[in-house]
């Protein structure tokens, strides 16, 4: 492997990238602490810590600065693996530092959490992480380390006042039926859009003319907002269930979870067909002849060639749905549905910005999770020879 010169121009750009967000955040709130969950934010920046853990959150970009200067692939790769994981490191220990102070002090602020300035450092480490390659073993233990010192802090009862960590006791069980509701959403309407989507795929790929009518017609749903096809849907839904009491009875209404359920559907109907269209397209023409000239039937080139051939872009259009559907679930509770969505808006109308941001944070790491999963599940369906030219990998 080739070494990198230590004034390689790539390195520099990337290490200046996370020292500049460094510097921004050294200059914004660190962290807030509040009353309660309504209450004006009282904003604290890095120059509120005591000079010890000012001098940690720095170490990460000096690790990274020395990165920038050094000669060769394996010194680079563990400075940044170093830097990445204490940069995930320091910034939880502050939250676990200021959380014990504030239990210690019954006349503090209820409640804290990090402020911009800690995100834009997160941030930053984000993007140490990214500079690397390939994500090697000891950064999955340094990650797994973090985890452990958070969770141990977390039962010492150093984050007994995050305001995330108060909303989410405030919600008990609730947050879990939300949770699941989140991902039988996600999972129904996913399971609806591929039974429609791929047999619509393979009609496009086989028909010129169905193509011209069913690729317009996917680009029109898309630019209606996903609010207005949920008012949309509340008129005709209704009148159905008035006008056949049984399909209210099956819960089909004008408002709940079956409106979210058509509308996240047709949203997700774009990248399954367009990514199977495309997947079967693409398929080299001289492998099915060579298939044909070995005297297989057309039903014979379509399960042994075609299928396993075109898998893996048809995954990949089944994942970037699977990931929109998550994030699209959310507006399900603006008509009566459930969800993460309750805690974005019930946050948002009273005005607790813990409260939101605990439902994003679930939503990004069920998303981030599930993106995961179905990339492994993506690698393991993808014939070897495709896995070697590097298909399936997107």
């Known amino acids: 492997m080739r070494q990198r010169d230590a004034t390689d121009p790539f390195k520099l750009k990337l290490a200046s990238i996370v020292l500049l967000l460094f510097l921004v955040s050294y200059f914004l709130p660190f962290f807030l602490l509040r009353e309660n969950r309504i209450s004006p934010e009282i904003a604290n920046g890095m120059g509120a810590l005591d000079l010890r853990c000012r001098i940690f959150l720095l170490l990460p970009f000096l690790l990274v600065a020395l990165y920038a200067s050094v000669k060769g692939d394996w010194l680079s790769d563990m400075l940044l693996s170093l830097a990445g994981t204490l940069g995930l490191f320091f910034p ?60 141990v802090a977390g039962y010492r009862g ?7 960590l108060l909303e989410a006791r405030n919600f008990g069980t609730r947050l879990n039926q939300e949770l699941v509701a989140h991902i039988r959403l996600t999972l129904i309407s996913l ?28 680009n029109i749903l898309q630019t209606i907002p996903g609010i207005a096809l949920l008012g949309l849907l509340i008129t005709p839904l209704s009148t159905l269930s ?13 408002i709940g979870n079956t409106p979210a359920i058509i509308a996240l559907t047709t949203y997700a109907l774009y990248p399954i067909i367009r990514y199977s269209f495309t997947a079967f397209s693409s398929i080299d023409q001289s492998v099915i002849q060579a298939a044909r000239g070995m005297g297989m039937s057309p039903s014979q080139v379509w399960k042994l060639v075609r299928f396993p051939l075109a898998t893996p ?17 959310t507006l399900a509770k603006l008509i009566g549905g459930d969800g993460l969505g309750v805690l974005v808006f019930e946050g948002l109308g009273q005005a607790s910005v ?35 030219k590097g298909v399936g990998n997107g």
């Open 191 to 218: 399971a609806i859009s591929i039974a429609i989507g791929l047999p619509l795929a393979l009609v496009s790929y086989q028909s010129r003319r169905a193509e011209k009518i069913i690729f317009p017609f996917l």
């Open 354 to 388: 813990d409260m939101v941001l605990l439902g994003m944070g679930l939503i990004i790491g069920l998303t981030v999770i599930s993106d995961r999963l179905f990339q492994i599940l993506i690698t393991l369906t993808t014939p070897r020879s495709l896995r070697a």
């Open 313 to 329: 872009g048809v995954l990949q259009g089944m994942r970037v749905a699977l990931v929109q559907t998550i994030g699209n679930a």
């Open 242 to 254: 008035r006008t056949f009491p049984l399909l209210r009875e099956l819960g089909i209404k004008g």
């Open 92 to 151: 939880m220990m502050v939250l676990a530092i200021v959380g014990g102070r504030l239990s210690g002090d019954a006349s503090s602020p209820s409640r804290y959490g990090p402020a911009s300035g800690m995100y834009v450092y997160l941030t930053a480490v984000l993007v140490i992480f990214m500079m690397k390659p390939k994500v090697k073993a000891y950064d999955l233990i340094g990650i797994a380390l973090v985890i452990g010192s958070v969770l």
């Open 158 to 164: 150093s984050y007994d006042r995050l305001g995330l």
